[in-house]
């Protein structure tokens, strides 16, 4: 007999979800659904009408972590439909604040999946922000290293949080000289910093994996060997930056996405049969409460050729690089062995950058709605923004965002696992749910699912 | 209401630099203080009004040379907004320490940034030098070319220097014509805005600097802050000026005071009367908002 267990709200992300799991006597989870439940932003229906100009801007207000994956991504997208190349500076400056994101957000998601993980050799949980050593100084690298890709962001962005340098067409202002020289001087000490910082990221979540227990909530979890493994597909379209379709060879095939409504995926109306209250931050959702996740959920569901694909540092680790090691650990292990490129990716493109060259395209055409797409490997995943632009105007405009590509394949993850160490494996994911929730595309089966919500 | 603000010390000064004071309109304090703390690491670069397309419009610029920084010396009687680029040297132009020059709003603005940096995040830590002009009132760039081109009948682009003082607006030409007209005549061009400004020697800069109470060729320099004050020091003690104290030189210092004062009771008049300007539908008055009071 199943019983279900709710953790909700679950924490150390971005953004707000829940999950409904049903485990069984022993306490493996035989079905979990990982479902956004933050409220609908409706970037895809506010960017109707607007400029293309505005649309990248206002698509990059989603969320604060990866708003320059969004930024770039919209405005490609826009590009692709008006089919405006970009002079090579500006694709470099681009290419110096994706790795200067990717730097911070990995940096931060280290802190955030610190605190599950023991320091080696001992029994002893990481609090990342405890006074004592070895912890302080880890915590000191991860913000410095943080700060160096902020800065870099703002430097070449203009902003930190939502860069305002590029545009449509290019950038708007390329960097001096004197610029330049402070950037390298930041990635210089980044390369040695992120080198480090990956490989004592790496060591604790061997030790980690080499556990047999893990302690939740005043309770030793065994740790499964097949932590987080799954039988899904992976989805990436470049090492580090993305790709269009603009692209001479496209990595991304618009034709192979269909999305279902997440009334036809996850689990209807359940009630919660177990609990805990000492699980960790206030404890599980008390038995007897109602969940619904296939109401509650407020996120399609994409498949690529019919079948939830997991995107990310493994995704696109394992499509470039032939990296195969599954579970949770693996792709943690994925996203820290991607810290060093994010230093060096920066140092190359400063090599080839022109600071006296242009940055912005001579001829910017206005669009005649024919449809183009852009995808952004931002630090969680591919970011497929999709737009179609007519005469300045931007006709349709569609994000499919890292995590709503992990939600479903994340949810067969759990499969298998403990139910109290589901939060590691979700948080292996890197989850960011504020872009994930979007606006749901208007067709039968949605008014369907808004007729019940009505009722 | 003391009307020269705080300051810790006011003196006559003038720049030892002759390359600067060929170029400056004054005592060359400002250009002398950014270049003394462009050479000692004190700063990075400098916001001036630099030169731009149209003759006497400036245009703000990231001086990180002195030979950048001559080439925007002198007073043009137009506003250059230099707030605008104090966030991007800051960003694109990678500068830690930031000077900045401005009148005294904008040196109000500059504080009104790093007391509230909205919009303005990482900037307010890196402005390392905030020097202030003073300033009784501005002109728009339509407003000069009025005045040089209709009311002292010259052409822009041969006007060599402009300058303000002893009651009167004076241009020299590059072929030698000298060409007055009396100040109370400019007042119809002055910006809304300096109707309403209670501040003449910029109260809010570190040093403020202008001719009024110093001899010809020479400026008077009021040292605000602890900043503005090591700085100071740091430029007298590598002999970038020759002073004076204020109370030997003529007309001195109750010339600035006598000019603030006007300044600051004329425009606290304009002050007032904005709180009766214009009327609700009830018949009250409606009142303008007070930059000086909170709302």
């Known amino acids: 007999m199943s019983k279900v267990v709710e953790i909700s709200p679950t924490t150390r992300h971005e953004g707000h979800s829940k999950l409904v799991l049903k485990v069984n006597d022993d306490g493996i989870i035989e079905r979990g659904d990982w479902l956004s439940i933050t409220?609908?932003?409706?970037?895809?229906?506010?960017?109707?009408?607007?400029?293309?100009?505005?649309?990248p801007k206002i698509a990059s207000r989603v969320c604060g972590i990866c708003p320059i994956a969004h930024t770039l991504a919209g405005i490609e997208a826009m590009e692709a439909s008006i089919g405006c190349e970009i002079p090579e500076d500006a694709k470099l400056l681009r290419y110096i604040l994706q790795c200067a994101n990717r730097m911070h957000s990995h940096a931060i998601h280290n802190i955030l999946s610190l605190p599950d993980m023991y320091i080696p050799g001992t029994d002893v949980k990481i609090n990342p922000f405890t006074k004592e050593e070895p912890v302080r100084s880890v915590a000191l690298r991860i913000q410095r290293l943080r700060e160096i890709g902020q800065t870099i962001g703002e430097i070449v962005g203009g902003e930190a949080i939502h860069p305002s340098n590029p545009r449509v067409g290019g950038m708007?202002?390329?960097?001096?000289?004197?610029?330049?020289?402070?950037?390298?001087?930041?990635?210089?000490?980044s390369r040695v910093l992120a080198q480090e910082q990956m490989e004592f990221m790496i060591a604790v979540f061997r030790n980690y994996q080499n556990r047999d227990w893990s302690e939740v909530g005043g309770v030793e979890v065994p740790i499964t060997k097949d932590l987080g493994y799954h039988n899904q597909g992976y989805m990436a379209t470049a090492p580090v930056y993305g790709s269009s379709s603009l692209d001479e060879t496209p990595m991304w095939f618009?034709?192979?996405?269909?999305?279902?409504?997440?009334?036809?995926w996850y689990m209807g109306e359940v009630e919660i049969s177990e609990a805990d209250p000492n699980y960790p931050i206030g404890g599980t959702t008390p038995v007897g409460n109602k969940a619904w996740p296939q109401m509650e959920a407020c996120t399609g569901v994409p498949l690529y050729d019919g079948q939830p694909v997991e995107v990310g540092p493994r995704a696109r680790l394992v499509q470039f690089k032939n990296y195969d090691e599954k579970g949770a650990m693996g792709l943690q292990i994925a996203r820290q062995m991607e810290f060093p490129e994010t230093a060096y990716g920066i140092i190359d493109a400063l090599d080839a950058l022109d600071p006296s060259g242009s940055v912005l395209a001579d001829e910017i055409p206005q669009g005649d709605g024919s449809f183009g797409w852009a995808a952004n490997e931002a630090p969680r995943?591919?970011?497929?923004?999709?737009?179609?632009?007519?005469d300045g105007r931007v006709e349709y405009f569609g994000m499919l965002v890292p995590t709503t590509w992990n939600f479903p394949t994340c949810s067969r993850a759990l499969t298998g696992a403990p139910w109290r160490l589901a939060e590691v494996i979700m948080r292996a994911y890197d989850p960011c749910v504020s872009c994930a929730t979007h606006m749901l595309v208007i067709d039968e089966d949605k008014r369907l699912v808004a007729q019940k919500l009505i009722q | 209401m003391d009307v020269l603000g705080n300051y810790k010390s006011v003196i006559s000064a003038r720049s030892t630099d002759k390359d600067i004071t060929k170029q400056s309109q004054d005592g060359g304090i400002i250009t002398t203080l950014f270049a003394y703390a462009l050479e000692e690491g004190i700063i990075d670069g400098?916001?001036?009004?630099?030169?731009?397309?149209?003759?006497?419009?400036?245009?703000?610029?990231v001086a990180t040379t002195k030979a950048e920084l001559l080439a925007a010396a002198g007073t043009r009687y137009t506003i250059s907004p230099n707030l605008y680029l104090i966030k991007e040297a800051t960003r694109s132009y990678g500068l830690d320490r930031v000077g900045i020059v401005g009148t005294p709003c904008q040196m109000q603005a500059v504080r009104k940034a790093q007391l509230y940096p909205i919009g303005m995040r990482d900037v307010d830590d890196k402005i390392a030098l905030a020097l202030g002009i003073f300033c009784m009132e501005n002109l728009s760039y339509q407003a000069l070319e009025a005045i040089v081109e209709d009311h002292c009948n010259q052409k822009m682009e041969s006007v060599k220097k402009m300058d303000i003082g002893k009651g009167k607006f004076t241009v020299y030409t590059e072929r030698g014509a000298v060409s007055q007209m009396p100040l109370k005549l400019i007042h119809k061009y002055v910006q809304p805005g300096c109707n309403v400004c209670l501040d003449y020697v910029a109260n809010l800069a570190d040093i403020s600097s202008g001719s009024v109470g110093s001899p010809d060729g020479w400026s008077t320099v009021f040292v605000r802050s602890m900043k503005?004050?090591?700085?100071?020091d740091g430029a007298i003690a590598a002999g970038c000026f020759e002073t004076k104290p204020m109370d030997q030189v003529k007309p001195g210092l109750d010339l600035v005071t006598k000019l603030a004062t006007e300044?600051?009771?004329?425009?606290?008049?304009?002050?007032?009367?904005?709180?009766?300007?214009?009327?609700?539908?009830?018949?009250?008055?409606?009142?303008?908002?007070?930059?000086?009071?909170?709302?």
Not at chain 2, 46 to 61: F, H, R, T
Not at chain 2, 268 to 295: C, H, I, M, S
Request: positive net charge; aromatic residues 8%; hydrophobic residues 35%.
């Open chain 1, 39 to 55: 409220p609908v932003r409706g970037v895809e229906k506010l960017a109707i009408g607007k400029t293309m100009e505005q649309v």
């Open chain 1, 172 to 189: 708007y202002k390329n960097i001096t000289p004197r610029a330049k020289a402070k950037i390298y001087d930041l990635a210089k000490e």
């Open chain 1, 254 to 264: 618009p034709d192979r996405f269909t999305e279902v409504r997440p009334w036809d």
């Open chain 1, 381 to 390: 995943g591919t970011d497929v923004h999709m737009a179609k632009v007519k």
């Open chain 2, 46 to 61: 400098a916001i001036v009004a630099g030169p731009s397309e149209e003759p006497w419009k400036p245009e703000p610029v």
């Open chain 2, 228 to 232: 503005g004050n090591a700085v100071w």
């Open chain 2, 263 to 295: 300044k600051i009771t004329k425009n606290q008049k304009n002050v007032d009367a904005r709180k009766t300007f214009g009327l609700k539908a009830d018949g009250t008055p409606k009142g303008l908002r007070n930059p000086y009071e909170t709302p």
